[in-house]
């Protein structure tokens, strides 16, 4: 691990002065944020993160760890800890989708230890971003090459990429944030500002170091999550290599307002298979108005991934994002709400 400096931030403003400079993208930026460190320490021990300076935000729990559920809708902290906001009885009861996404990653230690905000800021497990043997990486390296095009790439994605990488965001909480139209709060150099949780993450493109449209200095401080009609009949179903303690192969993140079987409003995501956190607005046109059954369960997922893109290994990531969502909406429908 190379040297560093440390600073202990007591209030929001603090720590984007402190974060705030010459920088670049924020997840490459010479300052980061020390929230869990449970992706920020580890990137660090495998040199592909080098910040010179980390600013620890944990002593800002009392302000940004709060969960709290009204009529609106909900708010989630981003120092809240994902063990925390998995139990809390607002979530459980009313948006399940988010209680399950977050009870099924990682493990309880991690869970302990890791925040809402650097949960939806985590980075690619792809092989070869994390390794810093491998010369071809554009996320790591800008312009080096992509090594995974050609190379093993069973667990990337198949939505959302591009020529330059096809990484997948691995994180499963993102996904749901996503579906159910969240907001992200912002504090930055020039104050606080608020926006659609779908654009905070970028689509590699050209680009693929620049992942967030976070600027310099930039601190999230919380997620709002609408209420609506269908966050009660919600839920998260991960399919991965092994049942506990691992990332997502493929996820449907779904939500469904139905009356008498039709559905008035479905809100779908996906996970383990996108380039970024992503909402099927495709998946939610076909089922908006029809009866939740077999044939539109698989029109719906057939939609969602129409514009995959496979690239040898993972070829498999479509007819199994595919099912994943299909028996996720079949198993939404048939919920006790
Ligand atoms: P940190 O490591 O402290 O920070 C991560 C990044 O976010 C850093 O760049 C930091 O500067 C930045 N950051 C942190 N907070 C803020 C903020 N408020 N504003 C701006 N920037 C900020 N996740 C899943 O979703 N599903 C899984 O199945 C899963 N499995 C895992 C298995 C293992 C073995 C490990 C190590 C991790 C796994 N994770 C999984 C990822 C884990 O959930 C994340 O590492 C964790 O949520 C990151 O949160 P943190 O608070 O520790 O972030
Ligand atoms: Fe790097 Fe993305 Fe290619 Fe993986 S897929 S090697 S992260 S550029």
Not at 61 to 74: K, P, R
Not at 207 to 213: L, Q, R
Not at 232 to 240: A, D, I, P, Q, W
Request: glycine residues 10%.
């Amino acid at each position: 691990m190379r040297p560093f400096a440390y600073l202990r931030a007591h209030d929001p403003a603090e720590a984007v002065r402190a974060a705030s400079g010459p920088g670049g993208p924020p997840t490459s930026a010479p300052s980061q944020f020390l929230a869990g460190g449970t992706t920020l320490i580890d990137l660090m021990k495998l040199d592909v993160m080098r910040p010179s300076q980390v600013v620890d935000i944990n002593d800002l729990s009392d302000e940004l760890g709060e969960i709290h559920a009204d009529a609106a809708g909900l708010r989630l902290g981003a120092l809240a800890r994902m063990a925390d906001a998995a139990v809390h009885p607002a979530v459980l009861r009313d948006y399940p989708v988010i209680a399950q996404s977050l009870e099924l990653a990682a493990s309880p230690q991690i869970r302990n230890m890791a925040t809402l905000g650097g949960n939806v800021l985590q980075r690619t497990r792809c092989n070869y971003f994390r390794f810093t043997d491998f010369a071809e990486c554009n996320k790591r390296v800008p312009g080096s090459g992509c090594a995974a095009l050609h190379g093993v790439n069973r667990k990337l994605a198949v939505l959302g990429v591009s020529d330059r990488c096809i990484a997948n965001y691995p994180g499963d909480f993102a996904n749901v944030l996503a579906a159910l139209g969240a907001e992200v709060g912002i504090a930055g150099p020039s104050g606080a500002r608020r926006m659609a949780f779908e654009a905070l993450h970028r689509l590699p493109g050209d680009s693929p170091d620049v992942e967030t449209t976070l600027r310099p200095g930039e601190l999230i401080t919380g997620f709002f999550v609408p209420a609506g009609p269908w966050t009660r009949r919600s839920l998260y179903l991960k399919v991965r290599d092994r049942q506990s303690y691992e990332f997502a192969l493929a996820a449907a993140a779904v939500a469904l307002d139905l009356e008498g079987g039709v559905v008035r409003q479905a809100r779908v995501g996906l996970g383990g298979v996108a380039a970024k956190p992503w909402r099927s607005r495709e998946a939610e046109a076909v089922l908006t108005g029809r009866r939740l059954d077999e044939p539109a369960a698989a029109e719906a997922a057939r939609a969602a991934f129409a514009q995959a893109v496979s690239h040898g290994e993972n070829a498999y990531k479509i007819e199994l994002g595919r099912r994943t969502l299909h028996r996720a909406l079949l198993q939404a429908a048939r919920m006790e709400v």
